[in-house]
């Protein structure tokens, strides 16, 4: 009998991978109810691009990889995930049609997890921005309210985890991009340390360093179960961190030692925290503080937008070259037909840029980082919003824009939805943000939590706490496959 949405879509991705495992419910029954809550609610949420009927009506189950999410749907986002013989098209006319010559490492551990990849999830244009809307495939909700932003630049694999279509899905974060769209979808979504997961065999470090690979989940063992799926080292990475002795899986439902909570609401790229939003701030801290740990306000120090304005050469050196790269592949050529009004000046700036100009921003993101750093001198852990604001209506962030410029870029696009993720990009540390509360809109608050490089079992601990403390699992935004 096959199974009820209602039931499919409460489960987290664990929770379907036992169903599979004591023989309730077949890989094959499971993609079946992903497709038929694709069916149902993508088309007001818009979260899925593609699906592929050979993982789902055509499934051959000897096929899936053996590991713990055995059968469980997962969505393979629209950038760097790259599986060999599937469209990867980066959200961009420029690319549309484009196929991905072989396999990440990162696609390999998820098959290997025993994930089923039923499809694609949209992302922004090149992932440049903190809201999914495009050119290519229109633009996605927050299954909380129709026409408001799903975030970025995962969006689509937040909105489809939280809407109940899959339970898990493929995100990754260059300046906030898996943390922004589980905060404004209502999910959880983990940024690992630098260097944690591979970026092989293509890249090393993409965004030098800034970005990182991961999931969009609805719970925190989720999170740390895939963690252990995942962060594997592959041969040729750059580098390798230090693992815990445990498994994140267990580790994450230990109690943390006695931990230093800094808390700040500072606005650090001149955006006013929403009241609403500071509220359930201190209450996390007081949360924390009664579960015995030493919570105190503390702002970093960071130059905001105008260090932001200068790293960002960072980030866009060659990407002029990698836009031709692409013409060239697909036969199209880079102009206003083919990019989007922002990526193309953008694609501009990139030409323009100098080896002077990049090792400027070198010196910049060393600086930040140091300056940054600092915080943890005396905290553990680094309590903050994880958004300025809840989800606002499509057309605020979008690359769209024709009112845009490079000097105006951070102001315009990134400052409110990047405003507190960025400061863990540049020192390339863990940082996690929990569905903590509803604000009186009816949408979804997201708090952050950091910790240092390699102490994403920190994080866990805590994120599992506050699980437990201020639970989110039973709330159901109104586009839901299980309503």
């Known amino acids: ?53 050979d993982r789902i009506e055509a499934l051959d189950e000897t096929k899936l990889g053996a ?24 959200g961009s006319r420029l690319c549309a049609g484009m196929v991905a010559d072989r396999d990440t490492h990162y696609c390999t551990l998820v098959k290997a997890a025993g994930l089923n990849i039923i499809g694609r999830s949209a ?7 903190g809201t999914t809307e495009t050119a290519l495939y229109g633009a996605t909700s927050t299954p909380w309210r129709k026409g408001y932003s799903a975030g970025g630049s995962s969006g689509g694999a937040a909105a489809a985890v939280t809407a109940g279509l899959v339970p898990m899905a493929h995100g990754s974060d260059i300046a906030g991009s898996i943390r922004i769209p589980a905060a404004w979808c209502g999910g959880v979504g983990l940024k690992p340390s630098r260097g944690r997961i591979s970026f092989g065999p293509a890249l090393d470090e993409n965004g030098f360093g800034l970005a990182m690979n991961f999931v969009q989940v609805k719970s925190v063992r989720d999170a740390a179960a895939m963690l252990d799926c995942v962060a594997k080292p592959q041969p040729g990475d750059p580098f390798l961190i230090p693992r815990p002795d445990q498994p994140w899986q267990i580790l994450a439902r230990k109690a943390p030692p006695r931990l230093r909570i800094g808390w700040t609401v500072k606005p650090l790229l001149g955006v006013t925290v929403d009241p609403e939003i500071v509220a359930t701030l201190k209450r996390t801290a007081k949360v924390l503080e009664d579960a015995g740990h030493d919570v105190f306000e503390q702002d970093p120090e960071f130059d905001g937008a105008a260090s932001l304005n200068r790293f960002m050469d960072l980030w866009f050196f060659g990407m002029d070259g990698r836009f031709e790269g692409y013409a060239a592949k697909t036969g199209r050529k880079v102009g206003p037909d083919t990019l989007e009004p922002v990526t193309l ?31 943890y001198e005396t905290a553990d852990v680094w309590l903050s919003p994880m958004i300025a604001k809840v989800s606002e209506p499509w057309g ?24 507190y993720t960025v400061p863990h990009n540049i020192m390339g540390t863990p940082a996690i943000t929990l569905p903590l509360a509803q604000h009186s809109s009816g949408l979804p608050i997201g708090i952050q939590l950091a910790a240092r490089p390699a102490a994403e079992h920190t994080i866990l601990q805590l994120a599992t706490m506050l699980e437990q403390a201020m639970p989110w699992a039973d709330r159901q935004p109104p586009m839901y496959a299980g309503r």
């Open 1 to 53: 009998m096959p199974i009820a949405l209602s039931d499919y879509a409460r489960h987290d991705a664990t929770g379907l991978a036992e169903l599979v495992r004591n023989r309730e419910v077949t890989p094959k029954e499971l993609a079946d109810a992903a497709i038929r809550a694709i069916e149902k609610v993508n088309p007001d949420l818009n979260a899925v691009v593609e699906t592929y009927a």
């Open 67 to 90: 590991g713990p999410f055995r059968g469980v749907p997962f969505l393979m986002k629209d950038v760097f995930g790259h599986e060999g013989g599937r469209k990867i098209e980066f």
């Open 123 to 129: 992302a922004p244009e090149y992932s440049l921005t």
């Open 345 to 375: 000046a953008i694609y501009e700036h990139a030409k323009r840029l100098k080896a002077a100009d990049f090792f400027a921003a070198v010196a910049e993101v060393n600086s930040a980082r140091r300056k940054l750093g600092k915080f």
């Open 396 to 419: 605020n962030y979008n690359l769209g824009r024709t009112d845009v410029t490079m000097q105006t870029l951070v102001e315009k696009l990134y400052a409110v939805p990047c405003q």
